[in-house]
């Protein structure tokens, strides 16, 4: 890996706090405030509240993994960025969980908020990240937390972030910080890891093993997301329809109008954008692309 420019403490004080994230609060403007549509719409305030408890959730597994992972690491070089990852995700925590409080979820209501909307798919799927985590297995735990977990957060953020551009910029703005965060995270696992498959190639099967795996509980979180979101979807499809009426927005995404599309097509385009780019980047580090079991796509 080397001890490069790109994956230093101070690329990341120059692209990070000292760049995207200069003048924020939270991640967003000082003072900014969720969008009266959420906050006066029962429906898409209990789904944002969900919503919101399963970025916590992510976020929290992303937390434990690359912690733990700066004590695994082979090298000096991986270990600082690991470092910057690691306050890149507590910071991430923090964001989402203010955004709780923002959404009129009591401080001392949050950890029974969390365990009542948790989805139970997405919890294994962070087990079977973390299990490897704690077995201090860096090769498994980098591929299942900067490639696996990264990059289905990046394109998550990336259609939550398309979606509600102009229906609730405030949400919006602390996506597109936590976007370029993934980016950079994404880039250290295809960069460090390629080098290491090539010299553990036996390690190949049992990652490829854990890719398939928590593909499977991505999708299943998927299916439950969209099948409990589908009314908060349409008012916020007819929300950002009517915003578009007066010239602003786009929305198409992946080849999907997002303001138009059945909730079934919205659920399809983000698993198989999030699959292809799995495939995209396990290949370029040596991994086979395994193909999960598909749940049922929402009806």
């Not at 909730?263 to 799995?278: S, W």
């Amino acid at each position: 890996m080397g001890n490069g420019f790109q994956f230093s403490i101070q690329q990341w004080l120059e692209s990070c706090p000292q760049g995207y994230l200069e003048g924020t609060e939270y991640g967003h403007e000082p003072g900014a405030k969720e969008a009266p549509l959420v906050l006066g719409n029962e429906v898409m305030l209990e789904d944002a509240i969900r919503t919101t408890v399963q970025l916590v959730v992510g976020e929290r597994c992303a937390l434990a993994a690359s912690s733990a992972l700066v004590n695994a690491a082979p090298d000096e070089a991986s270990q600082r960025f690991l470092a910057t990852q690691t306050l890149d995700e507590a910071r991430h925590v923090e964001i989402f969980t203010h955004r709780l409080y923002a959404l009129g979820v009591a401080r001392d209501d949050l950890q029974s908020t969390i365990d009542r909307y948790a989805n139970p798919n997405l919890v294994k799927f962070a087990e079977v990240l973390l299990e490897k985590v704690d077995r201090k297995d860096f090769v498994a735990g980098v591929v299942g937390q900067n490639i696996v977990l990264e990059g289905m957060a990046f394109t998550v953020f990336e259609m939550l972030a398309a979606v509600h551009s102009q229906i609730n910029p405030t949400f919006a703005q602390i996506l597109f910080g936590t976007i370029a965060d993934e980016r950079r995270h994404v880039g250290f696992g295809e960069n460090r890891i390629g080098a290491l498959i090539r010299q553990y190639p036996e390690r190949k099967s049992e990652i490829e093993a854990m890719q398939k795996e928590m593909s499977y509980y991505m999708l299943a979180t998927f299916a439950d997301a969209f099948a409990q979101s589908s009314q908060a979807i349409l008012v916020g499809q007819a929300a950002n329809r009517e915003a578009a009426a007066g010239g602003g927005g786009d929305s198409a995404w992946h080849g999907t109008d997002l303001y138009q599309a059945p909730v079934a097509e919205l659920e399809a385009v983000l698993g198989d954008t999030v699959l292809r780019e799995f495939k995209v980047r396990l290949g370029r580090i040596g991994i086979d692309y395994q193909s999960p079991e598909r749940p049922g796509l929402a009806a």
